[in-house]
């Protein structure tokens, strides 16, 4: 798992907080992406970057926005979230998307909006 | 779009009996297949994964796969199970840039 890391571990996050979610990839991968997972629910795919641009957003609420500056750091900036938001945020990279390459994830960061 | 489906909620096995933990996939073309693990509190840890080849692709922790065509199904398996083994288990496709995942089986192993 220190392939891919992510800070903070554990976040608790009031509706009207702004906070930011951090992932760093150790791996020399060129392709990041985050998932959101809930409970009793499948994992759900947020975005996904390829070489620092965005490739895919599943039709995520603007209150999550991603920023991903090089190919190794991917950020999730979070304001004005919902209680219905609380869950595990799961960062992955890989190669270049598209075939069979494996996506490696970080540890998570548990959040809880109260 | 592609999708796998993993029909057991939960698979309880005793300590050194056969774990089996099953998938099944609809994809059009061919399928890109994984299987994760993830221990409470941790994130995803990559198992093994299908793309070409043999169909059966044996990964980490003595786990082992079976790719079958005909049955549309790719179960994860080990001959003999730990309680170490414990854990929360995925199945994924690639479609095209994001894994899509199953919905998790949880196993226990009991000792």
């Known amino acids: 798992e220190t392939g891919v890391t992510q800070t903070p571990r554990h976040l608790v996050m009031g509706m009207t907080n702004k906070k930011s979610l951090k992932c760093e990839q150790h791996?020399?991968?060129?392709?990041m992406y985050w998932y959101k997972q809930s409970a009793k629910k499948p994992l759900e795919l947020m975005f996904v970057?390829?070489?620092?641009?965005?490739?895919e957003n599943n039709s995520v609420p603007s209150r999550f926005s991603p920023e991903c500056p090089n190919s190794s750091h991917l950020f999730l900036h979070l304001h004005t979230l919902q209680p219905e938001d609380s869950a595990l945020y799961l960062c992955?990279?890989?190669?270049?998307?598209?075939?069979?390459?494996?996506?490696?994830f970080g540890p998570g960061t548990r959040l809880l909006v109260l | 779009a592609q999708s796998v489906a993993q029909p057991e909620d939960q698979v309880n096995v005793a300590e050194g009996n056969p774990l089996t933990v099953k998938c099944t996939y609809s994809?059009?073309?061919?399928?890109?297949l994984f299987w994760y693990v993830q221990y409470p509190n941790r994130g995803l840890q990559f198992l093994l994964k299908?793309?070409?080849?043999?169909?059966l692709v044996k990964g980490s922790y003595g786990f082992e796969a079976e790719f079958n065509k005909s049955q549309t199904s790719f179960h994860l398996k080990k001959p003999s199970a730990l309680v170490s083994d414990s854990a929360l288990y995925f199945c994924?496709?690639?479609?095209?840039?994001?894994?899509?995942f199953g919905a998790g089986t949880t196993v226990t192993v009991r000792a």
């Open positions: 299908y793309i070409t080849g043999d169909n």
């Open positions: 994924a496709v690639r479609d095209p840039y994001k894994l899509s």
């Open positions: 970057y390829s070489l620092e641009e965005r490739v």
């Open positions: 992955a990279s890989s190669l270049l998307p598209g075939s069979g390459e494996t996506q490696y």
């Open positions: 994809v059009s073309g061919n399928p890109y």
């Open positions: 791996l020399g991968h060129n392709a």
